[in-house]
C-alpha cells in the first residue's frame, strides 16, 4: 500500500484517521494509549515551553553539584528544544533548592516547581512495576523527559520506554528511594509518603 502524500489538504483527515483506527491501542506497549501521547505532543508542541531528556547511566539522582548551569544541561539533561538557550540556569535553581530547601520550607519550595502528590504517584507506579531503567535505576535517572512550562515555571515528568517492567522479581518498592534526592524528601514527609503508599495499596488492589 502507497502511503499517501501528505499536504495541507489532507494532513487533518489523515491523522484523524489514524485516531480512530488505532487511537485505543497502547503506545509501543507503554501504559498510554496512542493518542494519549499524540494529544500529549501535540500540546507540547503548542507551547514555547523547554523539554529536556535524562541521560542514563551516570548515577545522577537530582544532585546539586554546582552553581555553574552548564553541569546539568547538557551533561545530565540533554535539551530537545531551544537548544541554543536551553535555560540551563533554570536546571540549576530547580536543583539547587530541591536539594538546599529546609526541611520546613521544602513542600513550599518545590511545589513552585511540581506537583508533588502527582509525582510521588508517579514514583510509586514505577516502583510497584519493577522499573529498572527509569527515575529509580540502578545507574542513575534515565527514560524520561522533564518539561518545563514556560508560562509559569512549573516542571513535568514526561515517562517512556517501559519496556523493562517486571524484569526483577524481587525488586523491592523501596529500592533507589533514598538516592533519588526528590523522592527522599518528598517520602520525608508523612502526607506524600501515604500518597505513595496509597497508591501502591490501590495498584495492588487492581492485581
Known sequence: MTSPKLDRSNIVEFIADIFERRGAESYLGEPVSMSEHMLQGAVLAETDGYIYEAQGGLNYHF????????????????????TDDPQAA?????????????????????????????????????????????????????????YRRLADNRWFFL????????????????????????????????????????TIHLLSDGI
Open 63 to 82: 544532585d546539586y553539584i554546582g552553581d555553574d548551569p552548564t553541569l546539568y544541561i547538557p551533561t545530565y539533561f540533554d535539551p530537545k528544544n531551544h
Open 90 to 146: 533554570a536546571m540549576r535553581d530547580m536543583v539547587r533548592t530541591m536539594n538546599q530547601a529546609s526541611d520546613a520550607q521544602f513542600v513550599s519550595a518545590m511545589s513552585s516547581y511540581f506537583d508533588l502528590g502527582t509525582f510521588v504517584a508517579y514514583a510509586a507506579g514505577e516502583a510497584f512495576l519493577a522499573e529498572i531503567d527509569g527515575l529509580l535505576s540502578t545507574s542513575g535517572m534515565t527514560n524520561f523527559y522533564l
Open 159 to 198: 515517562p517512556w520506554d517501559r519496556e523493562l517492567t517486571f524484569t526483577a522479581s524481587n525488586w523491592s518498592i523501596w529500592a533507589y528511594t533514598q538516592d533519588n534526592v526528590l523522592l527522599r524528601r518528598c517520602l520525608a514527609i508523612p502526607e506524600l509518603r501515604q500518597r505513595f503508599m496509597d
